[in-house]
């Protein structure tokens, strides 16, 4: 085999999602070089259905760093929740009870500005690559090993490497065991989640709780909606028609006078959910953000913010190391970042627990989840409670 082409950057970003490009983006702006991998396509991963909710911290990143104030403009911002159970929604008042608002605009949007804006300032971006594989990590000098799209095999030489891989990530992997610990959390159930040809139901998102299960209803246009409905993680799409799918949904949202709004469904498919953290956050030179270190269950939409804050509180390690000389932040990064982690845990585990019901779900539980649930409506400081995390905290340490 003939050898691999020597190339040299400061920062190689292996995985080119929201968070990989995020990170290049941020670096660039400071004169920091680096050199994005990523295993899918363009087109592949601006076609993925992705969750639609950033927290104002996101969407003041996007747009303050110049990505694009698309956001602002096609984006929908939305100052309140409806939490609905017992066939009576509850409406939880951002602007009210902490000032703040999020925007609905899809993960995919996202993804799609940040794309433009760095082939528009020259990034170094390589989708379509193959055998990628990170080595030296432990050592001085780390490097990636990829293929790009044409075939040619790379050696890409850094001083640090950002996994930011996603959930299956190959960088996480190379960490010994004996220098990481994994969390882990299973949950009984999945979501069935459809876009749907239809008007909006409702203005604002409503997460139900219901005896026959979770609801979401959340939308995209004026003429396609996204909805979630909880199910089995076993359930297979194919054993579900439109009638079924639109059952699934009254039963457990519609009723004194509320009815949602039904129409052909055009994508349908579950989603498996778990909470996992790897920590600590950092392994030598290897830093892992978003997806790569943490999941968490879709309730509340955490996930891609939680990439873009540890994208943020790394990039200002880098920064800081390459003004200064100075390790400081980078030391602390896995500590910062590991901090909001753990309070998005928290907030993702409560809320799908608050409003899920489990199949063996019997009498006491369920009426004590319901008692839960008035007791964070009927609270100010329960709804403001929600209202903060939902929102967003205000950046950590
Ligand atoms: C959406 C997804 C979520 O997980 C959530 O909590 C809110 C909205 C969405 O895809 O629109």
Redesign the pocket.
């Known amino acids: 085999m003939a050898g691999r082409k020597v190339i040299t950057t400061q920062v190689a970003i292996v995985g080119g999602g929201p968070a990989g490009l995020m990170l290049s983006h941020l670096l660039a702006k400071e004169g920091i070089d680096s050199t994005v991998i990523e295993l899918r396509s363009r087109q592949e991963i601006s076609e993925t259905v992705r969750?639609?909710?950033l927290e104002h911290g996101t969407v003041n990143l996007l747009v303050d760093s110049g990505v694009s104030d698309r956001v602002l403009r096609d984006g929908d911002r939305h100052d309140g929740i409806e939490l609905r159970f017992n066939g009576e929604s509850h409406r939880i008042d951002f602007q009210d009870l902490v000032g703040e608002s999020v925007w609905?605009y899809p993960q995919t949007d996202v993804f799609m500005d940040l794309a433009a804006r760095r082939e528009a300032d020259g990034g170094d971006v390589r989708y379509s690559a193959t055998d990628t594989s990170i080595h030296g990590i432990h050592g001085g000098s780390p490097t990636v090993w990829f293929t790009d799209a044409d075939g040619t095999d790379y050696e890409l030489r850094a001083d640090f490497i950002a996994g930011a891989d996603g959930s299956r990530s190959h960088c996480r992997m190379q960490i010994p065991e004996a220098d990481r610990k994994w969390y882990f959390h299973e949950y009984p159930f999945a979501w069935f989640g459809i876009l749907a040809e239809a008007p909006r139901s409702s203005e604002e998102?409503i997460y139900a709780n219901s005896a026959n299960g979770f609801a979401?209803i959340?939308q995209r246009t004026e003429t396609v909606q996204?909805m979630y409905f909880q199910c089995d993680p076993g359930e297979d799409v194919n054993n579900w028609d439109d009638e079924r799918i639109w059952e699934a949904f009254r039963s457990r949202v519609n009723g004194n006078g509320f009815e949602l709004k039904e129409g052909p469904v055009i994508d349908k498919t579950v989603l498996k959910f778990r909470s996992f953290v790897h920590t600590p956050m950092r392994h030598g030179k290897l830093f892992l953000a978003g997806d790569a270190a943490h999941t968490v269950p879709?309730?509340?939409?955490k996930g891609l913010n939680l990439a873009i804050q540890d994208v943020r509180v790394l990039f200002e390690g880098l920064d800081s190391f390459y003004k200064t000389g100075s390790t400081r932040l980078l030391d602390v990064y896995s500590d910062r970042a590991l901090d909001r982690v753990w309070k998005a845990q928290h907030f993702s585990y409560w809320m799908t627990s608050m409003l899920h019901t489990p199949a063996e779900a019997d009498d006491f539980s369920r009426a004590r989840q319901l008692g839960e649930l008035n007791s964070v409506v009927s609270s100010r400081h329960g709804r403001a409670y929600l209202a903060e995390a939902y929102t967003g905290w205000p950046a950590g340490r």
Request: proline share 8%.
């Open positions: 969750a639609g909710i609905l998102l979401l959340s996204r879709p309730t509340g939409a």
